[in-house]
Structure formats: structure tokens, C-alpha cells
């Protein structure tokens, strides 16, 4: 640099008020010594407004601007976007972008109103990311972007992301993906999830997951999926559930990831289908690794489609989930039984017993539910509650030789005075009994379970009026186990 030069160079630092742009002497050195000579000649010959340089100071004395070719041209666009909205601010901390002058022109077609405003910002800085600035898409993001931005598209921060996101840009579909979020689908919120990680776009179903989310029919279906997809319930909306359904789908170390489970893609399309109030419970209760090698899991699907009251609806998904009731030869008896019950206070006992191996294990079971399905404890019962309790859970009541007689007795109101001592307290768990592997994994039983679910129906009614029938005709669950 020659002493013509620096006195010009100064000149015209005075002249645009840049000092103040420098915090220290030493800046202001460090900046003139590292000024090559296209850089010097440019900020020379720079003539503009001085009342316009204010408003794009920074730009002026940028380092990779002054080393453009376009030097002149980019500040003057910079200063025309600047009159075109107030609220253009901007932050310059860019590195060398070979494509600058023409991204700039392309902002001029941007069209700011107070809503999109905020985005300004973020689309400036994209402008010197070196990921977006190298990119192959790049001309093909940024039109993505500014289009999305004049439609008020409140996609702009997923799509900037994306637009300098390593995994997205080494994704074949990243032109595709960039104009499904520039949609704003329903689903944006989970598509971007996926999209910018490395594992889920390299997995052997990612464009059908893809796929699945776009044609969400509602928020609460795109959240569902997500978590059926992985196994991960962390980023549902509070607004979205109950208390309730989020303490239930919260706790999912019982479940696993959909990918992992039969039929993967056809139970995406159905999950999509199900009602907007149910989809969160059914497709917890679908990823249920247990009940995934269950004989009932296609049955409980079912099952918990045609139940509408939501409460009992959660009740139940919890119920057929427990790892005693999905080993429940009763199981489908049972449900039946409970989906009849209004009082939940009835249903709380017979949740109970349907999943005590205890009594699952005795020849009672069908006997003691249909009998407790003739209450209504809600009713003030407390006393015949806490009897029959002891009868259908404890070990004592379970194996007592009058436990039938007796339990008519309470219904009847000939109270059996019992002593319960600590060993049969109900307030302690019964200690549980494995169900035996082999009758539960008979090839057929299955098909006997649904053949003989269809037979009790009515006999479940005849129960309810008179439980004694059990003890004249049985079924093929009343038949004892081998040991």
C-alpha cells in the first residue's frame, strides 16, 4: 500500500463515517495491513451517497465483499434492499460467496410485510454459510426460500435449516423435501425431523415415512406416526393430548420402533386413518413389543376401535398392555365383560383381577369376573368391596373351598365375617404366578379364543344374572393347566 493510497483510503473512511465501525486503533490497523490490492482499488473508487452508506456500513468495509468483483453493484443492492423495508437488518459475519451479487438481486423480489419480517434475518445469515454457499441446490434453495417467504409460509426457519444442513444436502430428495416444506404440511414439524438426520434418511423406509407424514390428515396423525416410526414420544405438543393419554404414551420402554414390526408400511396408512381422538392410544398400544407376540394384538386393535368413551378408551390401552393381561388366556372374555361396565369403580376391580395371575390361574376367573360385573361399587358398597376383593385377589380367598358359596352370600347381603390377617392384606400385592408358556403358545389357540369369545356373549349375560351355570357348564378356559 503507498502513502497515496492509504491517505485515499483514509479519505474515504472519513468521508462514509466507517472509523466508528472499528472498536480499537489496532482494528482499524489490522484492517488496513491485511487490504490487498484489488481491495484497496475497490474501496477507492467506491462513490456513493454518504447519507446512504450509513445504513450499510458493515457491508462496506466487509473483507469479502470488498474482494468481489461485483464490489459496487453489491453495496448499491445492498442499500436498495435497505430502502425497500426499514426493517431490513442486517448482521454481516460472511465468508467469500461467489454467488452474492446474484442472491442479492434475487432478494430484491422479496416481498416484506409483518408477518415474514422476522425471517429477514435468517436468510441473510444463510447467505454466508459456507454449506449453502457450496452447495449444488443452491440457486434452486434460495428460490424455494424467497417463494415460501412471499407466501407468508411460516416453514422459513425449517427450510434455512435445511437449505445448510450436511446430512439434508447429501440426501438425494433434498430438492424434494424442500418443496414439501415449503408447503407447510401438517406434518412439517416431524418431515423436518427426519429429514435432517443421517440415520433415518439412510433407513431402508425413508421415503415412505416420508410419504406417510405429507398425507397426515391432522397434527395429532403426524405426531402419532412420528412416535410409532421411532419409538419416541418427546416431541408431542402438550395441546395436542390429555394429562392422561401423555402419562400413558410417555412410558414407552415396553414398546419398539414401527420399522421393527410386521406389515410396518400398511399400519402407517392406517394410523392415518384412525379417528383424530383415538390415533394417539391406538398406535401406542400397536408398537406394544409384548403384545406384538401376543395371539389377541390384531383382536385388541380391533377391540379398541369401536370404543368411544376416551376414558375408558385409556383404561383399556393401559389394560392391554399389562404384561399379565396380554398373557391372559381369558383375555378377550375379559375385555368383553369390561367394555359393559360404566361404573369405574367396578372396572378398577376387574382391571385388577384380569390381571392377577393368581386368580387367571384358578377355576374361578370367569366366575369372579362376571360376578363383580353385578356391582355397582359406586353405590356406596364399601364393605361388600372389601370382601369380595379379598375372595378375587388374595391367595387365601382365591383357593378357598367355599369361594363361590361365600361370594353369593355378600351379593345377597349375608356378610361372611373374615379375619384378614397381614399375610392376606390386600394392601399388599399377591406374590404372581407365571402363566404357563405352552397352552398360551399353542398354535390354534388363537383361533379357539375368537371362536369361543363369539359363544360368550350371551353366556356372559346368563352369567350376570345367575354365576352358579359355571359350575354346570364350562368352557375351554376353565379346563386346568398342566404343570
Known amino acids: 500500500m503507498t502513502k497515496k493510497e492509504l491517505e485515499q483510503i483514509l479519505n474515504q473512511l472519513e468521508k462514509y463515517d466507517l472509523v466508528k465501525e472499528f472498536n480499537t486503533k489496532e482494528d482499524l490497523d489490522m484492517w488496513l495491513k491485511d487490504l490487498n490490492k484489488k481491495q484497496i482499488n475497490n474501496f477507492i473508487n467506491l462513490d456513493i451517497n454518504p447519507n446512504?452508506?450509513?445504513?450499510v456500513s458493515k457491508a462496506i468495509i466487509n473483507d469479502?465483499?470488498?474482494?468481489?468483483?461485483?464490489?459496487?453493484?453489491?453495496?448499491?443492492?445492498?442499500?436498495?434492499?435497505?430502502?425497500?423495508?426499514?426493517?431490513?437488518?442486517?448482521?454481516?459475519?460472511w465468508k467469500y460467496n461467489k454467488h452474492l451479487y446474484e442472491d442479492l438481486k434475487s432478494l430484491l423480489r422479496l416481498n416484506i410485510t409483518e408477518k415474514n419480517k422476522g425471517f429477514i434475518t435468517e436468510i441473510?445469515?444463510?447467505?454466508?454459510?459456507?454449506?449453502?454457499?457450496?452447495?449444488?441446490?443452491?440457486?434452486?434453495?434460495?428460490?424455494?426460500?424467497?417463494?415460501?417467504?412471499?407466501?407468508?409460509n411460516l416453514s422459513l426457519n425449517y427450510l434455512t435449516d435445511l437449505a445448510a444442513n450436511t446430512n439434508s444436502l447429501n440426501d438425494p430428495y433434498h430438492l424434494a423435501n424442500m418443496q414439501i416444506l415449503a408447503e407447510n404440511p401438517v406434518a412439517i414439524d416431524y418431515l423436518y425431523l427426519i429429514m435432517k438426520n443421517k440415520h433415518m434418511i439412510n433407513g431402508k423406509y425413508y421415503q415412505s415415512e416420508i410419504a406417510a407424514l405429507y398425507a397426515s390428515p391432522s397434527e395429532i396423525h403426524a405426531a402419532s406416526l412420528y412416535s410409532f416410526m421411532y419409538n419416541d414420544a418427546r416431541n408431542f405438543r402438550r395441546d395436542l393430548t390429555s394429562e392422561k393419554t401423555r402419562n400413558l404414551i410417555s412410558d414407552r420402554w415396553a414398546n419398539v420402533c414401527g420399522q421393527?414390526?410386521?406389515?410396518?408400511?400398511?399400519?402407517?396408512?392406517?394410523?392415518?386413518?384412525?379417528?383424530?381422538?383415538?390415533?394417539?392410544?391406538?398406535?401406542?398400544?400397536?408398537?406394544?413389543?409384548?403384545?406384538?407376540?401376543?395371539?389377541?394384538?390384531?383382536?385388541?386393535i380391533d377391540f379398541l376401535q369401536k370404543i368411544e368413551d376416551i376414558d375408558l378408551l385409556i383404561e383399556l390401552c393401559t389394560l392391554v398392555t399389562d404384561i399379565d393381561?396380554?398373557?391372559?388366556?381369558?383375555?378377550?372374555?375379559d375385555l368383553q365383560i369390561i367394555k359393559e361396565i360404566k361404573d369405574p369403580v367396578t372396572r378398577n376391580l376387574l382391571y385388577r383381577v384380569a390381571t392377577n395371575t393368581i386368580n387367571i390361574?384358578?377355576?374361578?376367573?370367569?366366575?369372579?369376573?362376571?360376578?363383580?360385573?353385578?356391582?355397582?361399587?359406586?353405590?356406596?358398597?364399601?364393605?361388600?368391596?372389601?370382601?369380595?376383593?379379598?375372595?378375587?385377589?388374595?391367595?387365601?380367598?382365591?383357593?378357598?373351598?367355599?369361594?363361590?358359596?361365600?361370594?353369593?352370600?355378600?351379593?345377597?347381603?349375608?356378610?361372611?365375617?373374615?379375619?384378614?390377617?397381614?399375610?392376606?392384606?390386600?394392601?399388599?400385592?399377591?406374590?404372581k404366578v407365571e402363566v404357563q408358556p405352552k397352552f398360551f403358545e399353542e398354535e390354534s389357540f388363537s383361533e379357539k379364543l375368537r371362536v369361543e369369545s363369539e359363544k360368550t356373549i350371551d353366556y356372559i349375560n346368563e352369567l350376570r344374572k345367575n354365576p352358579n351355570v359355571l359350575c354346570k357348564k364350562r368352557s375351554i378356559f376353565t379346563r386346568k393347566r398342566k404343570k
Open 361 to 431: 390361574n384358578s377355576v374361578h376367573h370367569l366366575y369372579d369376573m362376571a360376578h363383580i360385573a353385578r356391582y355397582n361399587f359406586s353405590e356406596g358398597k364399601d364393605k361388600e368391596y372389601e370382601l369380595i376383593s379379598y375372595y378375587v385377589l388374595s391367595s387365601a380367598g382365591i383357593n378357598s373351598p367355599n369361594h363361590i358359596r361365600d361370594l353369593e352370600k355378600i351379593y345377597n347381603g349375608e356378610f361372611v365375617d373374615l379375619d384378614i390377617d397381614k399375610e392376606n392384606d390386600l394392601s399388599s400385592e399377591p406374590k
Open 52 to 55: 446512504e452508506a450509513a445504513s
Open 260 to 300: 421393527m414390526i410386521p406389515d410396518y408400511l400398511e399400519k402407517l396408512n392406517f394410523i392415518n386413518r384412525l379417528p383424530e381422538d383415538k390415533v394417539v392410544l391406538i398406535s401406542y398400544v400397536m408398537s406394544n413389543k409384548a403384545l406384538l407376540k401376543s395371539p389377541f394384538y390384531d383382536f385388541d
Open 64 to 93: 469479502c465483499i470488498l474482494n468481489s468483483d461485483e464490489y459496487f453493484e453489491i453495496v448499491k443492492l445492498l442499500i436498495e434492499l435497505k430502502k425497500k423495508n426499514s426493517n431490513f437488518n442486517f448482521s454481516f459475519s
Open 325 to 333: 393381561f396380554i398373557m391372559n388366556p381369558y383375555h378377550i372374555i
Open 124 to 152: 441473510m445469515s444463510l447467505l454466508g454459510k459456507p454449506l449453502f454457499i457450496n452447495s449444488m441446490c443452491h440457486q434452486e434453495d434460495l428460490e424455494t426460500i424467497i417463494n415460501a417467504f412471499n407466501a407468508n
